[in-house]
T-cell receptor, first 110, second 114 residues
């Protein structure tokens, strides 16, 4: 069964303190790993898609990396506006569904 | 601008009532999805549709129904058979092609039973 586990559940950082969020996955034939940002009371906002091990993508202070078993979302010198819940999801070759993890709640203190 | 519109933003349901949540997209996407989000549980798939006039049950379809009469629209009805409907409901769509495996989400509807 396809599965996504995100850690930690919650993370509090000082402004400028870099860190990483983890997404471990089990999937039959990875067809894409996705990172989303979700603000309270809003729908998830697409950040990145990674397709194969070794791939990396960057956007402002965020960088996503992928191995055969996990993905990391690295946050460099975060600002308070980076506070949100970050969701990881995977799509396998079994069907059309995308499986989501429970997310990591990130809080950046000024 | 293309996107997904969900309405209403907030919805209150009395016991025993059916309510319908609207989802409209102008992205020309074939596939559409309904998710339910509860605190600490992540997103759970209710129903999805890959083409007009066809849809499949997701992981938690009991107490819900959908229709897909138009490509642009995928309404979700929460029936009185759904015993715990209070949640945040998210609609999403996906385009075709190798580079379109990600979803575009709407802004959500928060449903509360009163």
């Amino acid at each position: 069964e396809d599965q996504v586990t995100q850690s930690p559940e919650a993370l509090r950082l000082q402004e400028g303190e870099s860190s990483s969020l983890n997404c471990s996955y089990t999937v039959s034939g990875l067809r894409g790993l996705f990172w989303y940002r979700q603000d309270p009371g809003k729908g998830p906002e697409f950040l990145f898609t990674l397709y194969s091990a070794g791939e990396e993508k960057e956007k402002e202070r965020l960088k996503a990396t992928l191995t055969k078993k996990e993905s990391f979302l690295h946050i460099t010198a975060p600002k308070p506006e980076d506070s949100a819940t970050y969701l990881c999801a995977v799509r396998g070759n079994r069907d059309d569904k995308i499986i989501f993890g429970k997310g990591t709640r990130l809080h950046i203190l000024p | 601008d293309g996107g997904i519109t969900q309405s209403p933003k907030y919805l209150f349901r009395k016991e025993g009532q059916n309510v319908t949540l609207s989802c409209e997209q102008n992205l020309n996407h074939d596939a559409m999805y309904w998710y339910r989000q509860d605190p600490g549980q992540g997103l759970r798939l209710i129903y999805y549709s890959q083409i007009v006039n066809d849809f499949q049950k997701g992981d938690i379809a009991e107490g819900y129904s959908v229709s897909r009469e138009k490509k642009e629209s995928f309404p979700l009805t929460v029936t009185s058979a759904q015993k715990n409907p209070t949640a945040f409901y998210l609609c999403a769509s996906r385009g075709q092609g190798l580079q379109n495996y990600g979803y575009t989400f709407g802004s959500g509807t928060r449903l509360t039973v009163v």
